[in-house]
């Protein structure tokens, strides 16, 4: 089918002007005007931070721009249920990583199992962590964070909660290593809801 003559491809915007449209298309997908407060609640999916995958294999010229404008367009990988976590380290770029693991109804597989504690391995690239998982998984989870994530800036975490009984959930001493950099120290905290429901409570990281 012949082109309307007034039609124009995208292909003939300059680099400039093909990056500041991805910038700004980002900003639409991702809500940045709104506040922290509400950016990171839990039913905001931090898997729109997936949002340049597919833009990335449009053309080879579309994924040297994305790939070289990594900083201002502010990319992820995000590793969440479902994610090759193995493969996609293996084969992406060094980007900072966001984990996200939300489950309400079913426990985890033992492959997104293994896929958080190889998340959780690459210490100086998190940046966020979420879970919502069921309390005995957390508590393994957490006793895995044992060194310091020196760009971390949002631990985010929930039991599901149980029916029938209340959930004992409890933070080990290398929670002194989960320091958010936007706080200075001393007032340094994790986010911690103690339930389904229940309102979050701020636990302060010990200092050393």
Known sequence: MAHSPHTASIHILDDDSLLNILYLYRLAILDEHDDDDVRFEWDRQWTREKWWYKLAHICQRWRNLIFGST??????????????????????????????????????????EEGIFLSLEQRDRVRRIRLRLCAPILQKLIAAINE?????????????????????????????????????????????????????????????
């Open 71 to 112: 900083s201002y367009l502010g990319l992820y990988l995000v590793c969440t249920l479902g994610t090759p976590v193995a493969d996609m380290l293996e084969h992406s770029p060094p980007l900072p990583l966001i984990i996200d693991y939300v489950e309400e109804y079913d426990d985890i597989s033992a492959e997104d």
């Open 148 to 208: 310091e994530y020196p760009i971390l800036e949002h631990f985010v975490l929930t039991p599901r909660s149980v029916s029938g009984g209340n959930t004992i959930f409890i933070l080990p001493s290398p929670s002194v290593h989960l320091r958010p950099p936007q706080y200075p120290a001393p007032m340094d905290f994790i986010h911690v809801t103690a339930g389904g429901g229940h309102s979050p409570f701020y636990v302060p990281c010990p200092q050393p």
